[in-house]
Structures are given as C-alpha cells and as structure tokens.
C-alpha cells in the first residue's frame, strides 16, 4: 500500500531536485480515492501533475480547506489552559 512514508522514502531515493527545486517521480496508485488520501498528508510537500482528475481532487479538496480556515466569523474564540494544556472553546461542524 502506498503511505506516504513510502512516497516520501521513494521520491529521496530519486536524487538531487531538478533546478526548480521539484523532485518529479512518477508513483503507482491503488485508486484515486486512495492516492488523493494519502497525497493529502504531504500538504504542499507534493504538486501531482496528473492523472487530472487526481489533480481536481486534491484542488477540490485543498480550496475547501483554504475556505474552511479562512472563515473565522462562526467559530468562538479558543484558547488553551497554560496549567493542563487543553483546548477550551466551542467550534462548530
């Protein structure tokens, strides 16, 4: 199965980045469905350049987040107990 300890082991074994700082591999992938999660935990560490509904996906995916964080006015403020180091606060969703 493909983790992205593996991806990331693979693409260190590829050499030295190209001149604009990428390294470019090509990775086998089970399914889109599993390839977009386990792409997702590299965050912006990883560009794929197709398949493109791959490419959608994981831009689909990335623009909701961008929104979901963007978007402070229904959330209440958290704030962290410095004694216990939990979170406290109401968030929504």
Do not use: F, K
């Not at 090509?26 to 792409?39: G, K």
């Not at 794929?48 to 689909?60: C, D, F, I, S």
Request: charged share 20%.
């Amino acid at each position: 199965a493909m983790t992205a300890a593996r991806v990331t082991a693979s693409i260190e074994a590829l050499g030295p980045p190209a001149p604009d700082g990428w390294v470019h591999a090509t990775i086998p992938v089970e399914s889109l469905r599993h390839a977009e999660v386990e792409l997702l935990r590299l965050g912006a560490d990883v560009e794929v350049l197709e398949p493109p509904e791959l490419r959608a996906r994981l831009a689909a995916t990335a623009a909701a987040m961008a929104a979901l964080y963007a978007d402070h006015s229904s959330c209440e403020a958290m704030s962290v107990n410095e004694n216990t180091a939990q979170p406290s606060g109401i968030l929504p969703r």
